[in-house]
């Protein structure tokens, strides 16, 4: 019996007993002290049961919750490994979260960068990211320690988890004074698939700052990929010219870079990069003039305006970061 309805026949039966005092002190000569009594007694009977029952409630519902994250986690870690889910409690949860087996999915997962505040901050926030995830009757959301994992059924073939909810759920979180680093996967065409979408998601955390952020790999270009995954050699390979350019156009405003980016974006046309930037063409070509100038590169072709490219996203912290 759900608690609301059981408060409900408790309340029924207090008033049947008050109007059975009540009428028993009016038919009844000296009763009056008798009933105060009375209804002394059903006040506190009420007040006991009640208690009683609001107890023996919360403890059913904890249990339950418990038995629920027990049930999400082993589906979890059976989806991660590539199992089915047996008939029971843990294929009810999938399936009430959408994830059949020839689902589109993608993931999302989450560690906290700072300490945590309260032992429930970590579930309000994996509420959250749920919520900013998409649809929360089509997801599963799973605490495992500091870690947030969530499995989002997509509706259709090219759909992908909103990275732009996401940060905005970020930065709530980050104002409230909880900091996480978020990496969400690219879109996979079955829950088959569901471990190495995991598995991206958990090697994006790698490509953020301490002080975290989100990452969502759907929003990246190949490039943007590679250059968040390049190590100290790469970075090394990177001409000094190149380097020194991007640090120094980083230290001041950065509008030369900008500049070679929306060049890039605009197919090299100069007209349409000055239009973007707001600019006269003729400031746009003294700026990539400057460019060529600082660095070297003829920005007329392509293995050099690739090179000076990645340079930016090693250096400058172009467009590949996500917050």
Not at 292 to 306: F, K, N, P, S
Request: include cysteine.
């Amino acid at each position: 019996m759900p608690l609301v309805d059981f408060m409900h026949a408790l309340r029924i039966a207090h008033r049947v007993m008050w109007e059975a005092i009540a009428d028993w002190a009016v038919h009844t000569t000296g009763g009056r002290d008798v009933a105060l009594e009375a209804c002394g007694l059903v006040m506190e009977l009420i007040n006991r049961g009640s208690t009683v029952a609001a107890r023996a409630y919360l403890d059913e519902e904890q249990f339950l919750a418990v038995e629920g994250d027990r049930v999400r986690r082993d589906l979890l870690e059976d989806l991660i490994a590539g199992r089915e889910p047996a008939p029971g409690p843990r294929l009810t949860a999938a399936t009430k979260a959408g994830l059949h087996p020839d689902t589109p999915c993608a993931v999302v997962v989450a560690v906290p960068v700072g300490p945590v505040g309260d032992p429930y901050s970590l579930r309000s926030a994996a509420s959250l990211l749920g919520q900013a995830a998409g649809d929360p009757a089509r997801a599963l959301t799973v605490l495992r320690q500091d870690e947030t994992v969530i499995v989002r059924a997509l509706r259709d073939r090219v759909g992908s988890v909103s990275g732009e909810s996401v940060r905005t759920a970020w930065r709530t979180l980050a104002d409230q004074g909880t900091r996480l680093a978020v990496g969400i996967s690219t879109r996979y065409d079955t829950v088959a698939d569901l471990g190495k979408a995991y598995h991206e998601a958990v090697s994006a955390l790698g490509t953020l700052p301490p002080d975290g952020g989100v990452v969502c790999l759907s929003d990246l270009s190949v490039l943007d990929y590679l250059t968040l995954r390049a190590d100290e050699t790469a970075a090394r390979m990177v001409p000094a010219a190149l380097r020194t350019f991007v640090a120094e156009d980083s230290r001041t405003d950065g509008t030369l870079i900008r500049t070679v980016e929306e060049y890039a974006a605009n197919d090299l046309n100069v007209k349409a990069a000055a239009q973007r930037l707001g600019v006269h063409i003729n400031t746009a070509h003294h700026r990539l003039a400057r460019v060529e100038e600082r660095t070297g590169c003829d920005l007329r072709r392509l293995a050099d305006l690739q090179e000076l490219l990645i340079a930016i996203r090693l250096f400058g912290g172009g467009s590949g970061t996500a917050v």
